[in-house]
């Protein structure tokens, strides 16, 4: 069963358990907000100063140029509609349908344009362009709107300045972790000869404020990607288009899943009230049976089930633990005479071997676990050379090495 069957699969069961008056009324508050996340879209948010290539990144993503032109305004959202239509959203909250041409600016007092267009991705997935423009101040309520918004965030850049880097410092860590920043008019730093130089001076950066990095020449991609098919894939990837397209859709579909899952855990906490639901909406055990075939979506027996919900529970616990050793680490730099390069060290070494021991408590047969349980000895035997080292320079390496577990551990908790 594909992933967006099964999601609708989970959804239409939640639905009909919602509607019965015999479902708990504790329940229902839990149970609505679940059934309000598998029927919206993934938000994806692409954010940045002006002229930073957002517009061009969103036609790219969606191989459609966008209507209207929007570099005169802050916000634009693009979602599913059945017909091309434009919508002014403005300052009083009223919505006027927009008929004029693109060459008449919308009113003064416009805060958003809602653009709807008919394409299937937009069932999966809304954008929302968001510029970072004015004030410092009128820039950081942007940027915090954005990030409330946002399931995955897009930061378009060329740099990301100091500016930029406070701007988006305050976001979740949940937020970060399902980030990517992207560098566009990547062909002209590339003519300039500094493309390299600007993605080797963000690694760090990126390394502990987003999921990962990406360098697109935006008009190349574009001209690659006139309409949904790719007619030239060797354009397409050498512009970097395709890397990111699929980094993107894999994130969407990850979060998909876990709502699926965790709408599906939470109809499995009450199986016995949604059996009797279902035996008094005269249901034969057949479609009984059906039903459950039905929503059984990875894992798909009741024993697996099972084992993905205990490895999920220690994947939160093993990242509260990091999280926790993080808090403890800033906590000692920040008192007098407990910055030593050998106690950072240890402190790091033993947060590996212990996250190593908590890991041991997974289902052995799962590869999620084999795999994040070799990066874990690996990172642990680094350390202990970093610990024979006792420099600076071994330290940072020894926090990087953590802060790249934590963001493992974060991944797969939410995938």
Known sequence: ????????????????????????????????????RLRSPVQIVVLGKPQSGKSRLINMLLGHA????????????????????????????????????????????TVMVRVELPLPVLNKFNLTEVTLSGTSAAQRDMATWACDRADVALWCTQSFDAIERALWAPARDALKDHSFLVITKADQLLMKGVLQDHIASLEEIVAQEFHSLYSVATIQAISARTGPEIPDSEVWSASGGHALHEAVLKLVDTGRRADTDNALLFLSRYSAVVSQIERMRGETRETQDETVRKISVIPETAEAMGKAQRNREVFVEALDYLQDRAEKLISSLDSPGNDSTDAILEHCLDTANQLSTLLQDFDQSDPSLAELQEEVMESADMMVLLQLEKSEDAVSDAVTLLLQLKKEVAEKTAG
């Not at 099964?6 to 069961?13: D, K």
């Not at 209507?67 to 300052?91: K, S």
């Open 66 to 109: 966008i209507y209207p032109q929007i570099a005169d305004l802050d916000t634009c959202e693009i979602v599913y509609g059945e017909a091309p239509r434009v919508f002014v959203i403005r300052e009083d909250d009223t919505i006027q349908h927009w008929t004029a041409g693109p060459d008449v600016p919308f009113p003064d007092d």
């Open 1 to 36: 069963m594909s992933q967006t069957h099964a999601t609708e699969a989970v959804l239409n069961q939640l639905s009909l358990v919602l509607d019965s008056d015999r479902f708990p009324d504790e329940a229902k508050a839990l149970g609505a907000r679940l059934l309000d």
